[in-house]
């Protein structure tokens, strides 16, 4: 959509997320209700359409109950039948009207099936599973029960405005208003409340936003953090508890200074993995009104770093596509302490599998592909994966939170496909390739925007330019670009370590680290 409806959505955002993180810490679930999730806006707005966890069931776990729109308990009850049948046994009791109604999805990566509830009672709903993969699933992870908040027009008013949600800032032209590359101050406003109330970081302006040096400071290795207030980098940032949403690194070739990256923004004139000229990097990233932090490498990890090793594994992946394909799977480590509140966690492999049953390449590509990798198996669809786990004893979000492998190879992108990165992921692969990381156990594919900068790998001890001083007194690196300063909690304080960030929690709202994380 244009910047408008983001800013009205971010708003929106902002109000309920204050709100959700205060209860969380006064010991609420962080699972999201219809009563809880959104109390005070429009059933069509932003995310309304999803529907929030209500009960599993299965021979192991036979009874829930939940506290519905329409009926204040309703229990859900698991019956077997047969080998290839089961029942659940829905009692709805106590309506709130006589005119309410409760709508239900029972669904795994099997089954998908709608009920409507009017009436108070006992209400037998029989369930059958003709393969072999549908038997496994369900008595691994038995049936689930998801509750739709809206009616369905509200759901389909709340889909459109999901949609053009991320639409907007289509071009990469820097004075075309409001779908160029630039931020408008109507979104820029937005962004900060949001970040100030959904994370928990209230954003200062600095007296000196342009911050010039040499360019002959920066040298191969050298990491940028980078944010927009643009609605997707914080909408990262409050997933992953990162204050940046993109990362890319310095890299000269013959002496001459680019800048790598993992890239695929609408705003940005060049997609995949690619190089640009510092030069005319850092004019793009004024055009995208980006904040840009510059952090170089310390003496240990500068020594360590072999230029030509990262410019020969540049020249193996350039042209290669953002990573798409695993995307989700580097920022969920676990199965249950990595999802944001209004997400349920089981409607994700459920959400997947509907997208395959209209466009299956989709599916595949952005979720199936990379459970299949897990499983040593290919061309597998999401209920034949969910067969598969359950008989290895595990759900697909169990599956979903196995770590990501280097040099997977994937297909399906245009024109190239093969291994795949994203922005961080990129710059961790850089580090490793260049001998970083030594002989440590490393998949540069678990790194989040977050774990680079909070890698103990950068220069503390060298006096920073005279104007990184003057524009930030007290930041311990030079911020260059953006209106507002970064500040990054747990810079430069953990040190690299064999399977580094591959079973690390967000721990929503406070996003302190665990242990070893």
């Avoid at 998801?146 to 999901?162: G, H, K, M, P, R």
């Avoid at 779908?179 to 007296?207: C, D, T």
């Avoid at 040096?213 to 990162?242: E, V």
């Amino acid at each position: 959509m244009d910047y408008s409806q983001q800013e009205a959505f971010l708003e929106h955002a902002t109000e309920h997320h204050m709100l959700k993180a205060s209860k969380i810490l006064q010991g609420e679930s962080p699972t999201a209700t219809c009563e809880t999730r959104a109390p005070e806006e429009s059933p069509s707005d932003f995310g309304m359409l999803l529907p929030v966890f209500a009960a599993e069931v299965s021979a192991a776990n036979p009874k829930m109950t939940y506290k519905g729109r329409c009926f204040d308990e309703i229990s859900f009850e698991y019956e077997a039948l047969t080998e290839t049948s089961f029942n659940v046994n829905v009692t709805t009791a106590n309506p709130r009207s006589k005119l309410c109604k409760d709508v239900i999805l029972f669904a795994n990566t099997e089954i998908q099936h709608f009920e409507v509830f009017f009436f108070h009672g006992t209400h037998k709903l029989t369930f059958q599973m003709n393969t072999p993969e549908a038997q496994a699933d369900v008595g691994v992870g038995g049936i689930k029960a998801f509750a739709f908040c809206e009616n369905v027009i509200q759901d389909i008013e709340s889909l459109f405005t999901t949609i053009k949600a991320f639409l907007g800032g289509i071009s990469d032209h820097p004075h075309l208003p409001y779908i160029g590359s630039h931020v408008p101050p109507y979104m820029e406003k937005a962004n900060v409340k949001f970040i100030k109330e959904a994370i928990g970081w209230e954003l200062q302006e600095r007296p000196t936003q342009k911050v010039d040096i040499d360019p002959d400071l920066i040298q191969s290795g050298d990491f940028f953090g980078i944010m927009r207030l643009d609605g997707l980098d914080p909408m990262i940032m409050y997933g992953t508890g990162s204050r940046v949403g993109h990362n890319v690194m310095a890299l000269r070739f013959d002496g001459e200074l680019y800048v790598v990256e993992s890239q695929d923004a609408w705003y940005w004139p060049t997609h995949g993995l690619q190089r640009t000229k510092w030069a005319d990097w850092i004019k793009y990233a004024e055009n995208a009104d980006f904040h840009v932090t510059w952090h170089p490498l310390n003496d240990e990890a500068r020594a360590k770093f072999d230029e030509k090793k990262a410019n020969d594994f540049f020249h193996k992946t350039e042209g290669l596509p953002y990573g798409y394909h695993n995307f989700l799977y580097g920022w969920v480590d676990t199965a249950n302490d990595n999802w944001p509140p209004l997400l349920a966690k089981e409607f994700v492999p459920v959400m997947f599998k509907l997208v395959e049953d209209i466009k299956p390449t989709l599916a595949y590509n952005f979720f199936t592909e990379a459970l299949n990798k897990r499983m040593g198996v290919d061309g597998k669809n999401i209920s034949e994966m969910a067969g598969l786990a359950a008989e290895s004893g595990l759900t697909v979000e169990e599956l979903m939170a196995a770590p990501e492998q280097d040099f997977w190879e994937y297909t399906g992108l245009e024109p190239r496909d093969g291994w795949n990165w994203v922005c961080s992921a990129y710059v961790a692969a850089m580090y490793k390739e260049a001998g970083v990381f030594g002989d440590m156990e490393i998949q540069s594919t678990e790194f989040a925007t977050m774990d680079i900068y909070i890698m103990k790998l950068f220069d503390q001890t060298t006096p920073r330019p005279e104007a990184c001083v003057a524009a930030d007194p007290d930041l311990p690196y030079c911020q260059l670009r953006g209106k507002y300063r970064i500040e990054l909690p747990y810079y430069n304080t953990i040190a690299p370590y064999d399977h580094m960030f591959e079973t690390c929690a967000i721990n929503y709202p406070t996003y302190e680290r665990d242990a070893g994380c």
